[in-house]
């Protein structure tokens, strides 16, 4: 594979190891991107690459990300990430799984594995029968469907935003036009609809709109519709690259914030949002109530704990949408500043340590 140094060079990787395990057909590729806050975590995705560079380029891309997330969400942990080439509906087996977990486990704690797409819980127990490096199984002590921490999260940086916005504190009677009523989506619409606010709300599965409707009382548009909706608020949870050239011109919103991850489709849109005076939480810091939730496990799982981290992602937003003010730079770059700090402050750290030890 040509040029695999020359991109953990532009990414930053620590290391990237490949799996083969001839048995069970398990071809896997575990990449730490950085274990300078901590052990790197991550999912695991289970997806049929076309090829090894595009599985390379994603495991690249996704460990790097993590990295930046949990830097930004104040954890102790680095970022790390895992790709297995199959299709997850006809090619996972058990030995499979069982090949992988062997893998994470020679790792010796350094990555630390989890769901991603392709995978589901009870794969995630298969793994854990043979390695402890890994988190959100059903096991006892295990922290279970991060969802609703996803969008507890996501709504408390929706209120940071919305203040930073100087549109107030308070929630009640403003229209959120949500993207999405999925897993995360439907959560959010249940905090949105006891703060008062207004439901527009669009998604391609009408099962999907129908519980939101009966329970919430949700205007419904067409998902095309969406993003020209009128409304203080829109947040895409549904699909990534939904901010771009197209969609851009048509928002009527002053805030985005929502849980897609990668919403931005260019760097330049990020630019794009902040010359037109939007404001944009950053898709990373808010959605990152499910790695606080799913990073709990390591600390010994505890509810009330998990919750007042969570409600921490409106500090989050709040201090990067200042960043972004003070420095005069789009707030996607305001993020990525925050965790580069982070992981400064931390390296210097490490330095110090080493030297007076
Ligand atoms: P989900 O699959 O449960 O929900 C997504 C919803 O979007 C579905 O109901 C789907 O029908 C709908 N949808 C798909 N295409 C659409 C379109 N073109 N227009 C309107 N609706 C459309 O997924 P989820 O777990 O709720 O996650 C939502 C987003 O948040 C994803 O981008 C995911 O990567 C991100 N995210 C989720 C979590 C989590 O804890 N689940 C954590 C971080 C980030």
Redesign the pocket.
């Known amino acids: 594979m040509l040029g695999v140094f020359h991109d953990l060079e532009t990414y930053g990787h620590e290391q990237v190891t490949f799996f083969h395990d001839k048995e069970s057909g398990l071809k896997a590729i575990i990449g730490v991107h950085s274990t300078v806050l901590g052990p790197s975590l991550g999912g695991c995705r289970m997806w049929k690459y076309t090829d090894e560079q595009a599985a390379l380029r994603d495991v690249l891309r996704l460990s790097r990300g993590m990295t930046f997330k949990a830097a930004v969400a104040g954890l102790k942990l680095g970022g790390g990430k895992a790709v297995v080439m199959a299709d997850a509906r006809t090619e996972k087996t058990p030995e499979m799984l069982k090949a992988f977990a062997r893998a994470v486990e020679s790792l010796n704690g350094k990555y630390i594995t989890a769901e991603d797409v392709g995978m589901s819980v009870s794969d995630i127990d298969t793994i854990r029968g043979i390695t402890n490096h890994a988190v959100g199984g059903s096991n006892e002590g295990g922290s279970g469907d991060?969802?609703g921490m996803?969008a507890f999260g996501v709504f408390h940086g929706m209120k940071a935003a919305f203040k930073f916005a100087g549109l107030g504190e308070s929630l009640n009677g403003v229209r959120v036009a949500i993207?999405?009523?999925?897993?995360?989506?439907y959560h959010l619409a249940s905090y949105l609809s006891a703060a008062g606010a207004k439901l527009i709300i669009?998604?391609?599965?009408p099962n999907?709109i129908e519980k939101v409707v009966q329970e919430f009382g949700a205007e419904v548009v067409g998902?095309d519709q969406i993003y020209a909706t009128d409304c203080e608020i829109f947040a895409p949870?549904?699909?990534?690259a939904i901010l771009n050239a197209r969609t851009i011109p048509q928002l009527k919103c002053k805030v985005i914030a929502g849980?897609?991850?990668n919403q931005l489709e260019v760097d330049s849109d990020g630019f794009d949002l902040f010359n037109r005076g939007l404001v944009y939480a950053p898709d990373y810091a808010i959605?990152s109530g499910?790695l606080i939730n799913v990073a709990a496990e390591l600390d010994g799982y505890n509810h009330e704990r998990v919750v007042n981290k969570v409600s921490q992602v409106y500090n989050t937003i709040e201090n990067i949408l200042e960043i972004s003010r003070n420095q005069q730079i789009p707030p996607h770059q305001a993020a990525d500043a925050l965790a580069q700090q982070k992981l400064t402050e931390a390296k210097k750290l490490q330095v110090k340590t080493k030297t007076t030890v």
């Not at 669009?202 to 599965?205: A, G, K, V």
């Not at 949870?237 to 990534?240: D, N, Q, S």
């Open positions: 991060p969802s996803t993207q999405g009523v999925g897993n995360v989506g669009t998604d391609i599965y999907q998902p949870c549904a699909l990534g849980s897609a991850n959605n499910g």
